[in-house]
C-alpha cells in the first residue's frame, strides 16, 4: 500500500502534478469568477480599440492582419484546452487529437461543398460526427494504457490524414485542401472587412471550450478524473470503473475539437491537410505543456504564445530584420518550429510547470533566497 | 504470379525498413520506458549525413567504397546524435517519463526544422550506387536492387541485436532492465550506461533506416522521418513492445500487409489497412501485447 501512496507524489509523476494539484484545490476562493470576466470583456472589446503595439503588432488592435492573428490563437486556445481535459486533467496521452479536429473542420467543409447544406446545420453534423468518432476510437484505444494509447491514437490519426490526403473521389481535395464554400456561409463571416465577426467566432469557440472543460472538472464527474490521473489503480479499487470515465472525456475532448474545426474552417477560410499530421498533434501538446498542462489558463496562454510566436517568426524571417544576421543564425531562426522546438525542450528542463506556473516558482525562489540569506 | 514476387520482396524491402526504426524504439521503450519521438530526427540526420558526405566529403562518394564511407558517416551523425540527446536531454530527466516524451517531441520538432533550415523544404535527390542502381532477376521479375540491400541490413542488424541481447553482458543488463529495473539498480549495477548504450545503438539502427530509405525513396526530405516513424510506431505495438523477434515478425506483416493491399486496393488503403490491422490486434489480444507494467508507470 506504502507503494501507491508514495507514487504521486515522487518526481515520476513530474512536477505539473505537485504543482498543479493543491491549485485546483485552492481555486474555488469567491473571487474566482473575476478573473474570466475580466478578461472575456477586455477581449470582447479588442476590436474596437485602435491602440498600437509597436513590434507586437504589424498595424493597430483592430486591424484585420491583427484580428486574424487573434482568432487564431483563440481557436487554438479553445483546441489546446480540448486537449487539455485528456491529457492534463485525466492523464490520457493522446497523440489523435488532429484527427477530430480535422474531422469537424473537413466535414463542415464538404457538407457545404457537396450538400449545399447552410453553416448552422454543416456545423452541427460535423460536431455530431467528430463526436461519435471520438466515441468509437476512444473505446478501441482505451483499451490500452499509457504509451500504447498514444501510438495507438496517433496510427488512428495517421489513417485519417493518408485518407484526407489520398482525396478519395476527388473530394478532399488532396494537397491542395478545400477552401470555404461562401455561399453557404452567411454574409457576416465572409471577407476581410468582416475579420471582427470571425473573431468574435473565434472568441465563441474558445469560451465555449474552456467553459465545458472548467464546468466539467469542478463537477463530481471531474474528480474521477482527477483521481484517475493521480493514480487510475486506486480509483479501481474504490469501486469505479475508469473506463467510462476515461472514454467521457475522450469524447467530450473530441467534441470540442471538431467544434473547433468549424471554428477553424471559418477563420482561415478553408482547411489543408497540414492540420491532419501527427506533426500538428505535437503542436498541440507543445502548446498544452508550454502553457501548463492541467491549469485553468495554461492551454489558453501556451495555445496564444505558440501561435503567436509562430506567425510572428515566419513573418520576421522574411523581414528586414534579419538580413543584417549572418546566414548561420538567421537561417534556423527563421524556422519557427526550430525555434519553438528548441524553447519547449528547455522549458521542459527549466520550467517544468509551464508558464502559468512560472509567477508562483519565482515567489517562492525569492523566498527561499529571503529565509536563509547565507547562500 | 510475377506480380505476387514483386510484391513480396518490395514488402520485405519496406518491412526491414521499418525493421531498422522500430527495433531502436522497442529497445529504448522496452527499457527506458521513452516514446522516443526524436527517433524520427536520427533518421533525417542519417539520411543527410550520407547525402552530405556522398556529396562533399573527400573520399566519399557515390559508388562502391566511397558509397559505404558516405553510409558509415551518415550513421556515425546519427550515433553521436543519439548519444547526445540521451546524455543531455534524456538522462537529467531519469525517471520522468512524461518529462522525456515531451523532450523529444521538442527535438522532433526542431531537427527537421533545422534541417529545413540549412538544405531547404524540397526534396534532395540521393545518390544510387552502380551497384544496387540496376533490377535482379528473380523468378522471372525484375527486382530493384535495393530491395535486398534493405533486406540484408535488416537481416545484419536483427543478428547483431539478437546476439547483443543474448551474448553480452550488456544485453543481459538490458533484457534484466526491462524486467525490472529497480532490481537490476538494487543490485548495483549501473543501468545508466546500458540506457546510453542501447540509445545510440536505437540512433545508429534509425541513422542506417535513414542512409537505406534515401535508397528506397530516390530522395531525401526533413519530415521522412515523421511518416516512418509513425509505422514503426505501429510496428513496435503489434510485436509486443519489448520483444526483438515480435518486432521482426511485426515489420515483416506489416510491409507485405501494406504493398498487397496498395496494389490490389486503391493506392492508399495499404497504409490504413495497417491501421485496421492494430485496432483488430489490440480488439483480440488485449493486454497480451503490450508491456502493462510500463504503460502503467507512465499513466
Known amino acids: ?375 | 504470379m510475377s506480380t505476387v514476387v514483386l510484391l513480396v520482396i518490395t514488402g520485405l524491402g519496406l518491412g526491414a525498413l521499418y525493421f531498422l526504426i522500430a527495433s531502436g524504439l522497442s529497445l529504448i521503450f522496452g527499457l527506458m520506458d521513452v516514446l522516443n519521438f526524436a527517433h524520427g530526427a536520427f533518421l533525417a540526420i542519417g539520411a543527410y549525413g550520407t547525402w552530405w558526405a556522398s556529396v562533399y566529403l573527400p573520399g566519399a562518394g557515390p559508388d562502391g567504397f566511397g558509397f559505404l564511407l558516405a553510409v558509415a558517416f551518415g550513421v556515425g551523425a546519427g550515433t553521436l546524435a543519439a548519444t547526445l540527446v540521451e546524455l543531455c536531454v534524456i538522462r537529467p530527466l531519469y525517471g520522468r517519463h512524461r518529462e522525456q516524451i515531451l523532450a523529444t517531441v521538442g527535438l522532433s520538432l526542431a531537427v527537421p526544422a533545422l534541417l529545413q533550415a540549412v538544405w531547404g523544404a524540397d526534396p534532395l535527390p540521393f545518390p544510387r550506387p552502380a551497384l544496387v542502381a540496376g533490377t535482379v532477376g528473380v523468378l522471372g521479375v525484375n527486382v530493384p536492387t535495393d530491395r535486398f540491400l534493405l533486406i540484408a541490413a535488416a537481416v545484419v542488424v536483427f543478428t547483431a541485436l539478437w546476439l547483443f541481447n543474448s551474448r553480452t553482458r550488456y544485453g543481459l543488463i538490458v533484457r534484466a532492465g526491462v524486467q525490472d529495473r529497480a532490481m537490476v539498480t538494487a543490485l548495483g549495477i549501473d543501468v545508466r550506461t546500458a540506457f546510453t548504450l542501447v540509445f545510440a545503438i536505437g540512433g545508429a539502427a534509425a541513422a542506417l533506416a535513414g542512409a537505406l530509405g534515401g535508397l528506397y525513396f530516390g530522395v531525401v526530405t526533413p519530415t521522412q522521418g515523421m511518416s516512418l516513424l509513425i509505422f514503426a510506431f505501429i510496428v513496435v505495438v503489434i510485436g509486443g513492445t519489448t520483444s526483438l523477434t515480435g518486432c521482426a515478425l511485426a515489420s515483416v506483416a506489416v510491409g507485405l500487409i501494406q504493398q498487397f493491399a496498395n496494389y490490389y486496393t486503391v493506392a492508399g488503403l495499404g497504409d490504413i489497412a495497417v491501421v485496421i490491422v492494430l485496432a483488430v490486434v489490440l480488439l483480440t489480444r488485449q493486454g497480451g501485447l503490450t508491456a502493462k507494467k510500463s504503460a502503467e508507470r507512465v499513466a
Not at chain 1, 485546483?24 to 478573473?35: C, F, H, K, M, N
Open chain 1, 1 to 375: 500500500m506504502t507503494d501507491t501512496d508514495v507514487a504521486p507524489t515522487t518526481p515520476g509523476t513530474g512536477a505539473t502534478d505537485s504543482g498543479t494539484v493543491p491549485d485546483v484545490r485552492r481555486r474555488p476562493r469567491p473571487t474566482g469568477w473575476i478573473a474570466p470576466t475580466v478578461l472575456l470583456a477586455v477581449a470582447l472589446s479588442l476590436p474596437f480599440s485602435t491602440l498600437t503595439l509597436p513590434g507586437v503588432f504589424e498595424g493597430t488592435l483592430n486591424s484585420p492582419p491583427t484580428l486574424h492573428l487573434l482568432a487564431l490563437c483563440l481557436v487554438f486556445g479553445g483546441l489546446a484546452t480540448s486537449y487539455d481535459l485528456l491529457y492534463g486533467r485525466v492523464g490520457l496521452l493522446s497523440f489523435g487529437h488532429a484527427l477530430y479536429f480535422a474531422c469537424g473542420a473537413y466535414t463542415a467543409a464538404l457538407l457545404m461543398r457537396v450538400l449545399e447544406l447552410p453553416l448552422l446545420w454543416s456545423a452541427v453534423v460535423a460536431v455530431v460526427g467528430g463526436t461519435l468518432l471520438s466515441l468509437v476510437l476512444g473505446a478501441v484505444s482505451l483499451r490500452v494504457n499509457g504509451i500504447a494509447l498514444a501510438m495507438v491514437t496517433l496510427a488512428f490519426a495517421q489513417a485519417g490524414s493518408i485518407l484526407l490526403a489520398r482525396d478519395p473521389g476527388r473530394a478532399t481535395g488532396g494537397e491542395e485542401g478545400l477552401p470555404l464554400h461562401t455561399a453557404a456561409v452567411p454574409d457576416a463571416f465572409v471577407g476581410v472587412v468582416n475579420t471582427v465577426n470571425l473573431y468574435w467566432a473565434a472568441l465563441a469557440y474558445a469560451v465555449v471550450a474552456t467553459g465545458v472543460v472548467w464546468w466539467l472538472t469542478a463537477s463530481p464527474v471531474g474528480r474521477v478524473w482527477q483521481g484517475i490521473r493521480a493514480n487510475e489503480q486506486r480509483v479501481a479499487v474504490l469501486g469505479v470503473n475508469p473506463y467510462p470515465y476515461k472514454l467521457a472525456a475522450f469524447t467530450v475532448g473530441g467534441g470540442l475539437a471538431s467544434l473547433g474545426g468549424v471554428a477553424y474552417l471559418l477563420v482561415t477560410g478553408g482547411v489543408t491537410p497540414g492540420i491532419t499530421t501527427a506533426e500538428f498533434t505535437l503542436a498541440l501538446l507543445v502548446m498544452v505543456a508550454l502553457g501548463g498542462a492541467g491549469t485553468r489558463w495554461g492551454p489558453l496562454v501556451g495555445a496564444g504564445l505558440y501561435t503567436y510566436l509562430d506567425h510572428r517568426l515566419l513573418q520576421l524571417g522574411g523581414s528586414d530584420a534579419f538580413t543584417v544576421l549572418p546566414a548561420w543564425i538567421a537561417a534556423p531562426l527563421s524556422q519557427p518550429l526550430f525555434v519553438l522546438g528548441t524553447l519547449f525542450v528547455l522549458m521542459v528542463f527549466f520550467f517544468p510547470g509551464g508558464l502559468v506556473a512560472l509567477p508562483d516558482r519565482i515567489r517562492s525562489a525569492l523566498r527561499k533566497r529571503r529565509s536563509s540569506p547565507e547562500e
